[in-house]
Protein backbone atom coordinates (compact mmCIF):
# COMPACT_ATOMS: atom_id res chain seq x y z
CA UNK A 1 0.00 0.00 0.00
CA UNK A 2 2.68 2.70 0.77
CA UNK A 3 5.65 3.57 2.88
CA UNK A 4 3.22 5.16 5.23
CA UNK A 5 4.60 3.51 8.66
CA UNK A 6 8.11 5.25 8.85
CA UNK A 7 7.37 5.81 12.88
CA UNK A 8 10.31 7.24 13.71
CA UNK A 9 9.76 9.69 11.22
CA UNK A 10 6.34 11.12 10.93
CA UNK A 11 3.02 11.59 11.75
CA UNK A 12 0.68 13.36 8.83
CA UNK A 13 -3.16 12.70 7.25
CA UNK A 14 -3.49 13.50 2.91
CA UNK A 15 -5.10 12.34 -0.06
CA UNK A 16 -4.05 10.18 -3.45
CA UNK A 17 -3.96 7.81 -6.36
CA UNK A 18 -2.31 4.25 -6.37
CA UNK A 19 0.09 2.38 -4.25
CA UNK A 20 3.14 0.12 -5.61
CA UNK A 21 2.53 -3.58 -3.46
CA UNK A 22 0.99 -3.95 0.25
CA UNK A 23 4.42 -3.11 1.85
CA UNK A 24 2.71 -0.13 2.04
CA UNK A 25 0.15 -0.85 4.66
CA UNK A 26 2.86 -3.02 6.16
CA UNK A 27 3.30 -2.05 9.83
CA UNK A 28 7.48 -1.46 11.45
CA UNK A 29 8.12 -4.47 14.46
CA UNK A 30 6.12 -2.42 17.18
CA UNK A 31 3.06 -3.55 16.15
CA UNK A 32 1.40 -6.76 16.96
CA UNK A 33 0.10 -8.96 14.22
CA UNK A 34 -3.56 -10.04 14.36
CA UNK A 35 -4.38 -8.32 17.65
CA UNK A 36 -7.48 -7.64 18.23
CA UNK A 37 -8.86 -5.27 21.03
CA UNK A 38 -12.10 -3.13 22.14
CA UNK A 39 -11.59 -1.05 19.49
CA UNK A 40 -11.71 -2.81 16.81
CA UNK A 41 -15.21 -5.34 15.80
CA UNK A 42 -14.99 -8.01 13.67
CA UNK A 43 -18.10 -8.46 11.06
CA UNK A 44 -19.88 -10.85 11.13
CA UNK A 45 -19.71 -13.35 8.03
CA UNK A 46 -23.40 -14.12 8.30
CA UNK A 47 -24.48 -10.49 8.42
CA UNK A 48 -25.12 -8.56 4.75
CA UNK A 49 -22.51 -6.18 3.84
CA UNK A 50 -24.20 -3.01 2.14
CA UNK A 51 -24.61 -2.65 -1.78
CA UNK A 52 -21.99 -0.15 -2.43
CA UNK A 53 -22.77 -0.23 -5.74
CA UNK A 54 -26.24 2.16 -4.08
CA UNK A 55 -23.81 4.61 -2.13
CA UNK A 56 -22.05 4.59 1.18
CA UNK A 57 -24.38 4.38 4.89
CA UNK A 58 -22.49 5.53 8.02
CA UNK A 59 -22.54 1.55 8.58
CA UNK A 60 -19.95 1.10 6.12
CA UNK A 61 -17.47 3.80 6.91
CA UNK A 62 -15.19 2.63 10.03
CA UNK A 63 -14.31 -1.08 8.18
CA UNK A 64 -10.56 -1.00 7.79
CA UNK A 65 -8.27 -4.30 6.19
CA UNK A 66 -5.47 -2.69 8.32
CA UNK A 67 -4.55 0.01 10.96
CA UNK A 68 -2.29 0.52 13.14
CA UNK A 69 -2.92 3.29 16.31
CA UNK A 70 0.00 4.93 18.13
CA UNK A 71 -2.31 6.00 20.98
CA UNK A 72 -3.51 2.56 22.51
CA UNK A 73 -0.93 0.34 20.94
CA UNK A 74 -3.88 -1.79 19.00
CA UNK A 75 -3.58 -2.99 15.48
CA UNK A 76 -4.57 -5.35 12.53
CA UNK A 77 -2.53 -6.66 9.79
CA UNK A 78 -4.35 -9.71 8.87
CA UNK A 79 -6.18 -8.11 5.72
CA UNK A 80 -9.82 -9.49 8.09
CA UNK A 81 -12.74 -6.27 7.76
CA UNK A 82 -12.68 -4.87 11.09
CA UNK A 83 -14.37 -1.79 11.99
CA UNK A 84 -12.77 0.51 13.69
CA UNK A 85 -14.28 2.23 16.91
CA UNK A 86 -11.78 4.68 18.20
CA UNK A 87 -9.49 7.27 17.69
CA UNK A 88 -11.79 8.79 15.05
CA UNK A 89 -14.97 9.09 14.74
CA UNK A 90 -16.90 9.27 10.47
CA UNK A 91 -19.65 10.10 9.54
CA UNK A 92 -21.72 10.78 6.03
CA UNK A 93 -22.54 14.65 5.59
CA UNK A 94 -24.76 16.64 2.57
CA UNK A 95 -23.00 17.88 -0.59
CA UNK A 96 -25.12 21.40 0.72
CA UNK A 97 -23.16 21.35 4.56
CA UNK A 98 -20.12 20.17 2.28
CA UNK A 99 -20.36 23.01 0.25
CA UNK A 100 -20.76 25.33 3.15
CA UNK A 101 -17.94 24.41 4.61
CA UNK A 102 -15.60 25.33 1.80
CA UNK A 103 -14.73 29.10 3.34
CA UNK A 104 -14.16 27.11 6.44
CA UNK A 105 -10.24 26.06 4.25
CA UNK A 106 -6.88 26.68 5.59
CA UNK A 107 -3.61 26.36 4.05
CA UNK A 108 -0.89 27.26 6.49
CA UNK A 109 1.80 26.05 3.28
CA UNK A 110 3.41 29.14 1.57
CA UNK A 111 4.63 28.88 -1.76
CA UNK A 112 7.18 30.44 -3.31
CA UNK A 113 7.25 29.43 -7.08
CA UNK A 114 8.82 32.05 -8.55
CA UNK A 115 12.06 31.82 -6.11
CA UNK A 116 12.37 28.26 -6.14
CA UNK A 117 11.28 27.16 -10.25
CA UNK A 118 12.84 24.59 -11.87
CA UNK A 119 15.73 24.67 -14.68
CA UNK A 120 15.36 22.02 -16.44
CA UNK A 121 15.79 18.94 -14.38
CA UNK A 122 17.24 20.74 -11.80
CA UNK A 123 15.32 21.90 -8.69
CA UNK A 124 17.74 24.06 -6.24
CA UNK A 125 16.69 24.88 -2.94
CA UNK A 126 18.74 27.08 -0.08
CA UNK A 127 18.80 25.45 3.51
CA UNK A 128 21.15 27.37 6.26
CA UNK A 129 24.05 25.17 5.21
CA UNK A 130 23.92 25.96 1.68
CA UNK A 131 22.33 25.07 -1.48
CA UNK A 132 21.17 21.54 -2.42
CA UNK A 133 19.64 20.64 -5.35
CA UNK A 134 17.15 17.69 -6.44
CA UNK A 135 17.89 16.08 -10.01
CA UNK A 136 15.33 14.91 -11.80
CA UNK A 137 14.95 11.11 -13.88
CA UNK A 138 12.34 11.62 -16.11
CA UNK A 139 13.82 8.47 -19.02
CA UNK A 140 14.57 6.44 -16.17
CA UNK A 141 11.74 4.32 -16.52
CA UNK A 142 11.23 2.02 -13.36
CA UNK A 143 13.79 4.60 -11.53
CA UNK A 144 12.54 7.26 -12.83
CA UNK A 145 11.25 10.51 -10.27
CA UNK A 146 10.79 14.02 -10.86
CA UNK A 147 10.80 16.47 -7.90
CA UNK A 148 8.63 19.58 -7.77
CA UNK A 149 8.74 22.09 -5.09
CA UNK A 150 5.13 22.48 -3.97
CA UNK A 151 5.43 24.80 -0.58
CA UNK A 152 7.34 25.99 2.69
CA UNK A 153 5.77 25.85 6.11
CA UNK A 154 7.53 28.40 8.34
CA UNK A 155 6.54 27.28 11.96
CA UNK A 156 7.99 23.51 11.18
CA UNK A 157 10.99 25.10 9.06
CA UNK A 158 10.52 22.85 6.25
CA UNK A 159 10.14 22.86 2.27
CA UNK A 160 7.36 20.61 1.08
CA UNK A 161 7.92 18.76 -1.68
CA UNK A 162 6.56 16.36 -4.60
CA UNK A 163 8.04 13.48 -5.78
CA UNK A 164 6.67 11.16 -9.20
CA UNK A 165 7.90 7.43 -9.36
CA UNK A 166 6.93 5.39 -12.59
CA UNK A 167 3.71 4.38 -10.78
CA UNK A 168 3.36 6.32 -7.70
CA UNK A 169 4.39 9.51 -6.20
CA UNK A 170 4.52 10.78 -2.39
CA UNK A 171 4.72 14.14 -0.55
CA UNK A 172 8.19 14.91 1.88
CA UNK A 173 9.28 17.30 4.23
CA UNK A 174 12.91 18.99 3.88
CA UNK A 175 14.10 20.45 6.79
CA UNK A 176 15.47 24.33 5.94
CA UNK A 177 18.26 24.07 7.90
CA UNK A 178 19.67 20.69 6.91
CA UNK A 179 18.10 20.02 3.31
CA UNK A 180 17.63 16.17 4.99
CA UNK A 181 14.51 14.66 3.96
CA UNK A 182 12.61 14.57 7.71
CA UNK A 183 9.06 12.99 6.85
CA UNK A 184 7.42 11.19 4.13
CA UNK A 185 3.78 11.22 3.16
CA UNK A 186 1.42 8.96 1.36
CA UNK A 187 -0.45 12.30 -0.30
CA UNK A 188 -0.50 15.57 0.36
CA UNK A 189 0.02 16.69 4.34
CA UNK A 190 -3.15 18.74 5.31
CA UNK A 191 -2.42 20.77 8.20
CA UNK A 192 -4.71 21.10 11.16
CA UNK A 193 -5.13 25.26 11.73
CA UNK A 194 -4.06 24.80 15.82
CA UNK A 195 -1.01 23.37 14.30
CA UNK A 196 -1.51 20.03 16.19
CA UNK A 197 -1.91 17.55 13.68
CA UNK A 198 -1.64 16.27 10.11
CA UNK A 199 -3.71 14.27 7.91
CA UNK A 200 -3.27 12.41 4.61
CA UNK A 201 -5.19 10.67 2.50
CA UNK A 202 -4.74 8.75 -0.58
CA UNK A 203 -6.96 6.88 -3.09
CA UNK A 204 -5.14 3.31 -3.22
CA UNK A 205 -6.35 1.48 -6.55
CA UNK A 206 -4.53 -1.48 -6.29
CA UNK A 207 -6.21 -2.56 -3.14
CA UNK A 208 -9.26 -0.44 -3.84
CA UNK A 209 -9.14 1.10 -0.30
CA UNK A 210 -8.70 5.17 1.05
CA UNK A 211 -5.31 4.94 2.91
CA UNK A 212 -4.80 7.29 5.84
CA UNK A 213 -2.16 8.40 8.21
CA UNK A 214 -2.40 10.79 11.04
CA UNK A 215 0.18 12.99 12.48
CA UNK A 216 0.51 14.66 15.46
CA UNK A 217 2.99 17.77 15.84
CA UNK A 218 4.75 18.17 18.95
CA UNK A 219 5.61 20.86 20.97
CA UNK A 220 9.22 20.57 19.48
CA UNK A 221 7.89 20.60 16.22
CA UNK A 222 8.26 17.04 15.06
CA UNK A 223 6.20 14.79 13.87
CA UNK A 224 4.59 11.30 15.56
CA UNK A 225 2.14 9.00 13.85
CA UNK A 226 -0.78 8.31 15.79
CA UNK A 227 -3.12 6.44 13.16
CA UNK A 228 -2.32 4.72 9.95
CA UNK A 229 -5.69 2.98 8.59
CA UNK A 230 -6.82 1.45 5.20
CA UNK A 231 -10.39 2.16 5.04
CA UNK A 232 -11.98 -0.88 3.04
CA UNK A 233 -15.51 0.68 1.49
CA UNK A 234 -14.53 3.76 0.30
CA UNK A 235 -11.90 6.06 -1.40
CA UNK A 236 -11.04 9.88 -1.41
CA UNK A 237 -12.53 10.97 -5.11
CA UNK A 238 -10.11 12.01 -7.05
CA UNK A 239 -10.52 14.76 -10.02
CA UNK A 240 -10.99 16.86 -8.57
CA UNK A 241 -9.92 16.25 -4.95
CA UNK A 242 -11.42 17.94 -2.24
CA UNK A 243 -10.23 17.57 1.52
CA UNK A 244 -9.90 20.47 4.19
CA UNK A 245 -9.77 20.68 7.90
CA UNK A 246 -12.93 22.73 9.02
CA UNK A 247 -11.68 22.67 12.92
CA UNK A 248 -9.00 21.81 14.66
CA UNK A 249 -10.60 18.69 15.03
CA UNK A 250 -12.34 17.77 12.18
CA UNK A 251 -11.93 17.15 8.41
CA UNK A 252 -14.45 16.51 5.14
CA UNK A 253 -13.35 14.64 2.34
CA UNK A 254 -15.33 13.86 -0.67
CA UNK A 255 -15.32 10.29 -1.38
CA UNK A 256 -17.00 7.44 -3.35
CA UNK A 257 -17.44 3.80 -2.46
CA UNK A 258 -14.41 1.52 -3.21
CA UNK A 259 -16.23 -1.24 -5.44
CA UNK A 260 -17.86 1.68 -7.69
CA UNK A 261 -15.27 3.82 -7.76
CA UNK A 262 -15.02 3.86 -11.72
CA UNK A 263 -17.77 3.36 -14.07
CA UNK A 264 -17.97 1.04 -16.18
CA UNK A 265 -16.64 3.02 -19.26
CA UNK A 266 -13.42 2.69 -16.93
CA UNK A 267 -13.87 6.68 -16.38
CA UNK A 268 -13.88 8.31 -12.55
CA UNK A 269 -17.20 7.83 -10.86
CA UNK A 270 -18.76 11.40 -10.22
CA UNK A 271 -21.65 10.38 -7.87
CA UNK A 272 -19.53 11.99 -4.87
CA UNK A 273 -20.56 11.43 -1.31
CA UNK A 274 -19.02 14.01 1.68
CA UNK A 275 -17.23 12.65 4.62
CA UNK A 276 -16.48 13.98 7.70
CA UNK A 277 -13.68 12.66 9.49
CA UNK A 278 -13.33 13.82 13.51
CA UNK A 279 -10.65 13.61 15.99
CA UNK A 280 -11.83 12.06 19.30
Known amino acids: MKYIFYTL??????????????????????????????????????????????????????????????IDNSSNTNEQEFCLKSIINLTLISKKEFQGLLNSKSNLYISNRTKYSKNDTILEL????????????????ESMIINNYVGEVKFLNIYLISRNFWEDTDYIYLDKETGKMTNQFIDYPYISPNKN???????????????????????????????????????????????????????????LPSKSFWKKNGSYNDNFQYLKISIL
Open 9 to 70: LFLTVSCKKTPTNNAKMVLVDTIQKNRINNNIEPINNKSKITNLQKGLTNNDLCFVNNFYSK
Open 126 to 141: KTKNGSIKLIDKPDNE
Open 197 to 255: YIISLYSNGYEKSGDLTLHKITNKNTLELELTASFSRWMPALEPQECFWITDKQFVVKV
